[in-house]
């Protein structure tokens, strides 16, 4: 089986990286694959795939979580803020999964999961652009599993609340959105990447095959709340 992580990192996670792809190649005996690419590059996005075919022949699982934006108030946003982000978020989930379903096609299917946020469905303070990308996001995930079910690829995407994760670092209100999601949570506590992880790799188990165009939302039930 060969599974693709789509990520966004700077040169200075390559470490983090190296380290991540020895981890697993330990830990579970497999090969990985590193794939340096600007995912806003429509040629890079095809590249990366081409080294996937090349590399393991096929493609059973792709996971988009790359992300990018600014966090702004809606009258400081510029153009570029949006073009950016809308290109990262959203243009480039489009067209990775079309290539993601080339590869699976030739299998007999696989699966798709992208990573959403509450910020798609609520107006979240200083988050306009991406949420608007992240709306985009969950739309693009139900025309892909109209589209490509034929094909035996199910596709659906997963929202998570607050996660404390080095992405959250970037949001000025950062403490304020971690104190407040912890402290209302009905669950009990803030949600963990496990989380999230739990909810993707449910999403392309056999157990999930008809859960399809779907975006799971997994936060506590905090979006539940009236304010």
Not at 104 to 127: E, F, Q, T
Not at 138 to 159: K, M, Q
Request: proline share 3%.
């Amino acid at each position: 089986m060969a599974f693709i992580l789509s990520l966004t990192i700077c040169e200075k996670k390559k470490k983090t990286a190296d380290e991540t792809k020895q981890e697993l190649e330990n830990t579970y005996g497999i090969k990985v694959l590193l794939v340096k690419a600007n995912i806003g590059e429509l040629e890079q996005i095809k590249s990366l795939f081409a080294s996937i075919d090349e590399t393991f022949g096929r493609l059973d699982v792709f996971i988009n979580n790359a992300a990018s934006g600014v966090q702004r108030p809606l009258m400081e946003i510029e153009e570029k803020h949006w073009d950016w982000t809308q290109s990262i978020n959203a243009k480039a989930y489009l067209f990775a999964a079309q290539e993601a379903a080339k590869l699976m096609k030739k299998n007999g299917g696989g699966h798709i999961v992208a990573l959403s946020s509450l910020g798609a469905i609520r107006a979240l303070p200083n988050y306009v652009v991406v949420g608007v990308s992240k709306a985009a996001v969950e739309a693009i995930t139900r025309y892909l599993a109209v589209e490509l079910a034929p094909d035996g690829i199910a596709v659906n995407a997963v929202s998570g609340g607050a996660v404390d994760t080095d992405a959250l670092k970037h949001f000025p209100n950062r403490d304020e959105l971690l104190a407040h999601a912890a402290e209302r949570n009905p669950a009990g506590r803030i949600v963990r990447p496990s989380d999230l992880a739990e909810a993707v790799y449910f999403l392309c188990t056999p157990a999930a095959d008809m859960i399809r165009g779907q975006t799971i939302i997994v936060d506590g039930g905090l979006s539940l709340l009236a304010e």
